[in-house]
Antibody
Framework: QVQLQESGPGLVKPSQTLSLTCSVS??????????WSWIRQPPGKGLEWIAY???????YYNPSLKSRVTISVDTSKNQFSLKMTSVTAADTAVYYC?????????WGQGTLVTVSS | SYELTQSLSVSVALGQTARITCGGN??????VHWYQQKPGQAPVLVIY???NRPSGIPERFSASNSGNTATLTISRAQAGDEADYYC???????????FGGGTKLTVL
């Protein structure tokens, strides 16, 4: 079955850019009616959707994060990525990637990103 | 923007029925998805498109949606059902995914 795995730096300095990649295995990122998504969860808090996109390029962003976030897909590597600019301590969270089709399923295991100098 | 409201916590006796609600304006007109998240783990989809269970999810999990409230029902609650539960919808007016704040289920 499809599995997702996040990767990227665990520590980012304030004002810098957070970059994460989600590797998809067990299925092609460009097959089927799926959206590929990023979701985050600050420590001890709830889930916050960041963005998702269809492999062909259609993208949707959380309005509150849209100005700082870019999601992209690399079909040749079967990966999709997240870039978030001008990060602050408020962006410290576990970042999850997930596949979406009528609900998010499956999810990656998540990766903790801490914003600190 | 569209908002989903969940109670912070719900308690249920072992073997009894737990009901977790998710409130939103005319949520009955939307597809609602529900997730279970245990400590230190990624969320797991337990109900999709309001009433459907993914493979591997016990029949004890069911859901309904009407008016301004969606409800996740867990029958014959087990200790292993203790978790945080989140509802989620797609808001077409803002083209955004919205999560509820989450409900912590305690099985007594």
């Amino acid at each position: 079955q499809v599995q997702l795995q996040e990767s990227g730096p665990g520590l980012v300095k304030p004002s810098q850019t957070l970059s994460l990649t989600c590797s998809v295995s067990g299925g092609s990122i460009s097959s089927g009616d799926y959206y590929w998504s990023w979701i985050r969860q600050p420590p001890g808090k709830g889930l916050e959707w960041i963005a998702y996109m269809y492999y062909s390029g259609t993208t949707y962003y959380n309005p509150s994060l849209k100005s700082r976030v870019t999601i992209s897909v690399d079909t040749s590597k079967n990966q999709f990525s997240l870039k978030m600019t001008s990060v602050t301590a408020a962006d410290t969270a576990v970042y999850y990637c997930a596949r979406a089709q009528g609900g998010f399923d499956p999810w990656g295991q998540g990766t903790l990103v801490t914003v600190s100098s | 923007s569209y908002e989903l409201t969940q109670s912070l916590s719900v308690s249920v006796a072992l073997g009894q029925t737990a009901r977790i609600t998710c409130g939103g304006n005319n949520i009955g007109n939307k597809n609602v998805h529900w997730y279970q998240q245990k400590p230190g783990q990624a969320p797991v989809l337990v109900i999709y498109r309001t009433t459907n269970r993914p493979s591997g999810i016990p029949e004890r999990f069911s859901a309904s949606n009407s008016g301004n409230t969606a409800t996740l029902t867990i029958s014959r609650a087990q200790a292993g059902d203790e978790a945080d539960y989140y509802c989620q919808v797609w808001d077409s007016s803002t083209t955004a995914v919205v999560f509820g704040g989450g409900t912590k289920l305690t099985v007594l």
